[in-house]
Every structure is written in structure tokens, then in C-alpha cells.
């Protein structure tokens, strides 16, 4: 079984449990411990350009960067990838759980129509920066067209 069929099946095991959790708790009048995330995360992100290039700094602290592809198509840029939940299988009781863990992905327009061939991706201190350039645009051609009547 792949690594991601995996990590959506413990994704599911893990809403399930949550939901039992929330149940028990409701009946016995406890506040609930958890709160419930969406299955697949989106990291948090800042977009800005200059006159040459669009950059994209995306917050991925704990995620191995083997485990991170990026896309480019025009100007539309998506990353996504997982990251491993760092108490799976420790017998402990969470009293808060707010870093999202499992897979991610984020879809993020770009302000400009870039050339995703020269892009470079640098991971460093839980940060993921996507230098993308801008594309060159191509001159613009007038083309004369003769108009037939009939």
C-alpha cells in the first residue's frame, strides 16, 4: 500500500476516533479535548513580487521536504505533500491539538503568469520559499486583417 493510501487511512482512523471521543464526552457532560480539522490541511502562505519574479513563502515547519512537490502552471502554483503526526502511536492523553498533521495541499494564484521551468525551491528552518520568474511576455504583434464583403 503507498505512503499517502496509508496516511489517508490513519486520517480516516483518526476522525473516527475523534468522533467517539466528542460522543463520550458529550455524555458525560466533559468539555471536549479536541477539535476536529479538516482531513486535508492547507499551510499558511505570503505572496509578493518584484519587476523579475513572483515568491511564494510557504510555513511547512516538520515536513520532510522529500515529501513536498510543487506545480506550476501559468499562474497558478500548487504544493502539497504530508506531514507525519509526531505523537502516532504514543499512548498519551492530548489536551490540545492544534498542528495539523497528514497530508496538505494549497493552491495558490500567482500575481502574474510566470516560467515555471526556471523556478528554483529552497527548504530552510520550517519554511519553504518557491522563487518563481516572471514569464517574458511575448511582444505584441498587430495583425492586420482584410474584411471581405459580400
Same mark, same amino acid.
Given at each position: 500500500?503507498? +505512503?499517502?493510501?496509508? %496516511?489517508?487511512? @490513519?486520517?480516516?482512523?483518526? &476522525? ?6 466528542? @460522543?463520550?464526552?458529550? @455524555?458525560?457532560?466533559?468539555?471536549? $479535548? ?14 509578493? +513580487?518584484?519587476? %523579475?519574479?513572483?515568491?511564494?513563502? &510557504? +510555513? ?11 506545480? &506550476? ?6 504544493? *502539497? #505533500?504530508?506531514?507525519?503526526?509526531? $505523537?502516532? #502511536?504514543?499512548?498519551? *492523553? ?7 498533521? #497528514?497530508?496538505? +495541499? ?9 516560467? #515555471? ?29 482584410? &474584411?471581405?464583403?459580400?
Amino acid at each position: 500500500m503507498t +505512503e499517502v493510501r496509508q %496516511e489517508i487511512l @490513519a486520517n480516516i482512523d483518526d &476522525v473516527w476516533r475523534q468522533m467517539e471521543r466528542l @460522543a463520550d464526552q458529550v @455524555a458525560s457532560g466533559k468539555r471536549p $479535548l479536541v477539535v476536529f480539522t479538516h482531513p486535508i490541511w492547507q499551510p499558511n502562505v505570503d505572496v509578493y +513580487e518584484n519587476l %523579475e519574479e513572483v515568491v511564494v513563502l &510557504v +510555513e511547512l515547519a516538520g515536513v520532510k521536504p522529500e515529501e513536498v512537490a510543487i506545480s &506550476v502552471d501559468n499562474s497558478v502554483l500548487t504544493v *502539497r #505533500g504530508a506531514r507525519r503526526d509526531a $505523537l502516532r #502511536g504514543r499512548k498519551q *492523553r492530548c489536551y490540545i491539538m492544534e498542528i495539523n498533521s #497528514g497530508i496538505f +495541499e494549497r493552491t495558490i494564484p500567482l500575481p502574474a503568469i510566470v516560467d #515555471g521551468e526556471l523556478a528554483e525551491a529552497t527548504y530552510s528552518q520550517g519554511f519553504l520559499e518557491i522563487v518563481l520568474p516572471k514569464a517574458k511576455e511575448p511582444p505584441i504583434r498587430i495583425i492586420t486583417i482584410r &474584411v471581405q464583403y459580400s
